[in-house]
């Protein structure tokens, strides 16, 4: 049985039209769901009990649930236990503008990155949309507060389930959803061609994140298994596309690796690579696991300097929840 929060509210529309309903009644129920926090149905109560009754033979509010939280300095590392007893994390940051959440879109991921712990456990299956939202949902319960921000940043390769991801922003940028705000609203990918494309042609005003992590195809194909599928010629030519369409700012990710892709000339040939393009940098100093051979790099501020020196617009992420295993490439999908 399909979950209520799986529908954005379009879908809720033409499924209230198929039964004979009036459309209008989809942001009632929005907004029970979604702004009154209720989530049985029999409590929607300016819906007539037909309707009801019929809501609840076709649809369920079934809930993930939290199996643990820990806690480090200004982040919180939730585990997810989902209804088929697989697992997810998210993590929630605390940051001088607000609150912000990186949430998990797939369990395991298959694009098997080498230097991320995440793809240590290959996909055993998409999110469902419902999956997705109720992270967020359960997070905000549980610290009594809004979430400001959303990035689709953790467990699995959000345009790998492509569909789910694109109806979950549109529930939680929906006013009558959680009301999230396009632009504070970011997805992640390390390179689907297609799918960049295919995003390229949305009328979304949300953030595009690239995880690009080397110069040149020689280092990506020994770091990321997907380049040898869509090469950096490839991908940088959709994300030229995307940008000639959307008139927005890609950011390029570019994780941190000692001896591996941070060397001065490494830094030349990106700024090279992204000469002229709508585009910043984000560096991410690399957070080490016990599982895996890379090592963070001690060459950041020089790598950094030698491409704000050409021209290239570049920050470094600010570095949370190493303590818990709750950092960037850290989270993993199952329970320990």
Not at 104 to 120: A, D, L, T, W, Y
Not at 142 to 155: E, H, T
Not at 314 to 335: H, Y
Request: aromatic share 8%.
């Amino acid at each position: 049985m399909k979950n209520l929060m799986d529908l954005n509210i379009l879908e809720l529309e033409d499924y209230l039209l198929s039964i004979g309903e009036k459309k209008y009644k989809a942001i009632q129920i929005f907004e029970w769901l979604y702004i009154h926090k209720v989530y049985n149905i029999d409590e929607f109560t300016n819906i007539k009990k037909e309707l009801r009754d019929k809501l609840k033979s076709d649809f369920n509010t079934e809930f993930i649930s939290i199996k643990r939280k820990e806690e480090g300095s200004y982040v919180s590392k939730y585990l997810f236990s989902l209804k088929d007893s697989n697992f997810i994390e998210a993590v929630l940051m605390e940051h001088d503008y607000g609150l912000s959440v990186c949430i998990s879109s797939q369990v395991g991921c298959n694009m098997g990155c080498k230097f991320c712990e995440s793809g240590r456990l290959k996909k055993i299956r998409n999110l469902s949309t419902h999956e997705m939202v109720e992270q967020i949902l359960l997070i905000e319960e549980d610290i009594k507060k809004k979430i400001n921000s959303v990035v689709i940043m953790g467990i699995g390769e959000p345009f790998d389930n492509y569909d789910n991801v694109i109806n979950f922003i549109k529930i939680i940028n929906n006013p009558k959803g959680l009301a999230i705000g396009a632009r504070h609203i970011t997805v992640s990918t390390c390179g689907l061609v297609p799918k960049i494309d295919e995003f390229s042609n949305l009328d979304l005003q949300v953030n595009l994140a690239f995880s690009l992590h080397a110069p040149n195809d020689a280092i990506r194909n020994s770091i990321m298994p997907v380049n040898k599928v869509y090469n950096i010629s490839q991908v940088m030519g959709a994300i030229k596309r995307y940008i000639s369409k959307t008139n927005r700012r890609v950011t390029i990710e570019y994780v941190m690796l000692n001896m591996v892709n941070d060397s001065v000339d490494n830094a030349k040939e990106l700024a090279n690579l992204l000469k002229g393009l709508n585009v910043y940098v984000n560096l991410i100093p690399y957070n080490e696991t016990s599982n895996l051979e890379f090592h963070k790099s001690k060459r950041i501020k020089e790598f950094k300097d030698t491409l704000m020196k050409m021209g290239i617009n570049t920050t470094v992420r600010k570095e949370f929840g190493d303590s818990i295993s709750a950092a960037c490439g850290q989270l993993r999908s199952k329970e320990v």
